[in-house]
């Protein structure tokens, strides 16, 4: 499996884990009803973020995405969302994902990496983040309508990156 | 003083209190090198959301916006930001806002309110927050590059709105 910043030509084959996964309701805070062009605008980072693509065998089956989680005084932390073709879960798609995305951020010297709401019946993300180091800062309660839990928390994860006494990446 | 819902008209007497605010770089993660337009298209909010000022002897004093703090199934969730003119401080102009701005939000059926990102060396701000209700959630370590103080924490903050049992606002 590869995995490569995506260019506008991957838009169309992203698309469908895009809208699966909203539709299916149990994970993210996007409008239920963006269309293939809103939602391309959503997904499709513009620099200083990237998105990337997993590809095997010629498919893209997973797709993820970085960029500064605040602007300005805010913009050494990162934040990162990732969306894996539901018919290949399990086999370690969001894992490999989440090792490039996180070492990506690394490399470009963000000082850290904060998730903004982890859906917390989202077992399977949630122990793939805490694999990964991440941790759970705080819980807003009730803060995700969920289709089949009903109202369920949205967790904040952090992940430090930077080595202590390293200085963070200058704002802006 | 009257609080009130911004018009367009507005936006030249808010854009010196937010420029001077942003300038200050001690409490937004705005980008500092924002034009008039871009900063009105980031202020002043469209529908569902709301801005307002605070006007005393027909000068605006202070604003303020309110909206959802996520769209799709997060939308339940309100979110809002303050601006109070720098030579205003300490007469309540922060304190009316924010009151008039939770119970707008109540009114129009939130269940919560979230700040996503209050400056932990924001003393001001948080004991207004704390004095409404608010708690804090957890808090980014590190997350804000102060010009003063370097890099300082930024809170998660809550405020329940919704009495128990209360049914949330749809999302959407």
Redesign the interface.
Known sequence: MEIRPAVEDDWPAIWPIFSAI?AA?ET?????SLTFEQARGLWMEQPPGVTVVAVHDGLVVGTAKLGP?????????ATASFMVDPSVHGRGVGRSLAEHIVGRARDAGY??M?F??VVETNTGALSLWHALGFR???????????PVHG?VG?H?M?L?LADPGRP?RP??
């Open positions: 909203v309701g993210y805070t996007y409008p239920e989680n605040r602007p300005g005084r805010g913009s050494h932390v000082h850290s904060q903004n709401a759970i800062l705080g819980t807003v309660p009730e803060a995700f309508d969920h109202l949205l904040v952090y430090r963070a704002a802006g």
